[in-house]
Antibody
Framework: EVQLVESGGGLVTPGGSLRLSCAASGFTFSSYNMHWVRQAPGKGLEWVSSISTTSSYVSYTHSVKGRFTISRDNAKNSVYLQIDSLRAEDTSVYYC????????????WGQGTLVTVSS | DIQMTQSPSSLSASVGDRVTITCRASQTISTYLNWYQQKPGKAPKLLIYAASSLQSGVPSRFSGSGSGTDFTLTISSLRPEDFASYYCQQSYSIPNTFGQGTKLEI
């Protein structure tokens, strides 16, 4: 069974940092591009970042460039999102999602982890 | 960035109704268009990919069409479990943008 389990969310003050993790199981993790998508409370979905299978290609949405860093460890079947210089507008549920090779959609998502930025 | 505009933003319907949600891209995206369903407190679920391909396990009452800039998601006969929010997403270019969502209510 495919599973994606996020962790690492919590309450952080503005300017602080967190490292989100997404543990994958039930599939060949190293064969899939991985993504982070977020959703602010009561709002829609926003794509945040992606990383290719070998970490050769990473991408970010404009609002997080220079503050967020995506990485992965294929030996640990995990993808990470280091989020620095947090702002109130980063408050969201953060989901990881997988992207099947050769396709361009997200077929499995984790349950999400909530990041709250507040003083 | 490619902007995705969904309409309507909300929709009231009844069980058994046929409903259509539209999604328009600000530039051509071929058929790089996906549809997701999301229920409160849950992760999104893939319904349709590549504009018209039904994801495995998704009921056949869901269908998608379109190419270029204009796309539709149709639910042929609403069931109680279909009342949820729906999002389109373009995967033609980075950033992969989503529409603002359509909330389907009873």
């Amino acid at each position: 069974e495919v599973q994606l389990v996020e962790s690492g969310g919590g309450l952080v003050t503005p300017g602080g940092s967190l490292r989100l993790s997404c543990a994958a199981s039930g599939f060949t993790f190293s064969s899939y591009n991985m993504h982070w998508v977020r959703q602010a409370p009561g709002k829609g979905l926003e794509w945040v970042s992606s990383i290719s299978t070998t970490s050769s290609y990473v991408s970010y949405t404009h609002s997080v460039k220079g503050r967020f860093t995506i990485s992965r460890d294929n030996a640990k079947n995990s993808v990470y999102l280091q989020i620095d210089s947090l702002r109130a507008e980063d408050t969201s549920v953060y989901y990881c999602a997988r992207d099947p090779p050769g396709y361009y959609y997200f077929d499995y998502w984790g349950q999400g982890t909530l990041v709250t930025v507040s003083s | 960035d490619i902007q995705m505009t969904q309409s309507p933003s909300s929709l009231s319907a009844s069980v058994g109704d046929r409903v259509t949600i539209t999604c328009r891209a600000s530039q051509t995206i071929s058929t790089y268009l996906n549809w997701y369903q999301q229920k409160p407190g849950k992760a999104p679920k893939l319904l349709i990919y590549a504009a018209s391909s039904l994801q495995s396990g998704v009921p056949s009452r869901f269908s998608g069409s379109g190419s270029g800039t204009d796309f539709t998601l149709t639910i042929s006969s609403l069931r109680p479990e279909d009342f949820a929010s729906y999002y389109c997403q373009q995967s033609y270019s980075i950033p992969n943008t989503f529409g603002q969502g359509t909330k389907l209510e009873i």
